[in-house]
Nanobody, 123 residues
Framework: VQLQASGGGLVQAGGSLRLSCAASGRTSSSSDMGWFRQAPGKDREFVAV????????YYADSVKGRFTISRDSAKNTVYLQMNSLKPEDTAVYYCAARVVAGLRVHASDYDYWGQGTLVTVSS
């Protein structure tokens, strides 16, 4: 499974961005899709996850109510709509896929990773 993340950029605080993650290859072998982020000097942290079947979702408390994860199964693409962005949301955002179902929040539980896309929120 190959993952290609896109959609990052520079936005002012309070603005919005939508990230996309296109999956290719043996996508039938992937189950849940997650977004993580890593700010400079910090560990990679969980943002959101969506199940490929049933579209169950789970969010980190820090983004709940502001971010929405969704997926388009026909396009093998997962989205992260980010609203009301804050400077502390600045990070490289990574999409990830795991083969076994079960909404997970630890990076080590994911099998495939995209290359990351930079989101910068100015104050």
């Amino acid at each position: 499974v190959q993952l290609q993340a896109s959609g990052g950029g520079l936005v002012q605080a309070g603005g919005s961005l939508r990230l996309s993650c296109a999956a290719s290859g043996r996508t039938s072998s992937s189950s849940d899709m997650g977004w993580f982020r890593q700010a400079p000097g910090k560990d990679r942290e969980f943002v959101a996850v969506i199940s490929w079947v049933g579209a169950s979702t789970y969010y980190a408390d820090s983004v709940k109510g502001r971010f929405t994860i969704s997926r388009d199964s026909a396009k093998n693409t997962v989205y992260l709509q980010m609203n009301s962005l804050k400077p502390e949301d600045t990070a490289v955002y990574y999409c990830a896929a795991r083969v076994v179902a079960g909404l997970r929040v630890h990076a080590s539980d994911y099998d495939y990773w995209g290359q990351g896309t930079l989101v910068t929120v100015s104050s």
